[in-house]
């Protein structure tokens, strides 16, 4: 499986992005996603997971009630809803596969199947 991030950009405090985490595969739709992200000088951290088939999502608590992770199998391609940014949001954010939301939030990565990353930056 290869992942695509998109969707990155500039904006301000309060503002809204869409992320996207396109694949190549057909094994995709079986496999939990995840989103993280790694600030300059910080360590990369987990930001939102679902599970293959949508039916569960797990955030980081940083993000909970601003961010919404969500998927569509038919289309190989998972989404991080980013509303009310912040400038601490800003950052490189990646996606990644594996096969449980287990393994994406305790840093399992046995698959390693990730994006390239896509910035994000939040002006105050």
């Known amino acids: 499986v290869q992942l695509q991030a998109s969707g990155g950009g500039l904006v301000q405090a309060g503002d809204s992005l869409r992320l996207s985490c396109t694949a190549s595969?057909?094994?995709?739709?079986?496999?939990?996603v995840g989103w993280f992200r790694q600030a300059p000088g910080k360590e990369r951290e987990f930001v939102a997971a679902?599970?293959?088939?949508?039916?569960?999502?797990q955030y980081a608590d940083s993000v909970k009630g601003r961010y919404t992770i969500s998927r569509d199998n038919a289309k190989n391609t998972g989404y991080l809803q980013m509303n009310s940014l912040k400038p601490e949001d800003t950052a490189v954010y990646y996606c990644?596969?594996?096969?449980?939301?287990?393994?994406?939030?305790?840093?399992?990565?046995?698959?390693?199947?990730w994006g390239q990353g896509t910035q994000v930056t939040v002006s105050s």
């Open positions: 595969g057909r094994t995709f739709s079986s496999l939990a």
């Open positions: 990644a596969a594996e096969k449980t939301l287990s393994d994406l939030y305790s840093g399992r990565f046995d698959l390693g199947f």
């Open positions: 679902i599970t293959w088939s949508g039916g569960i999502t």
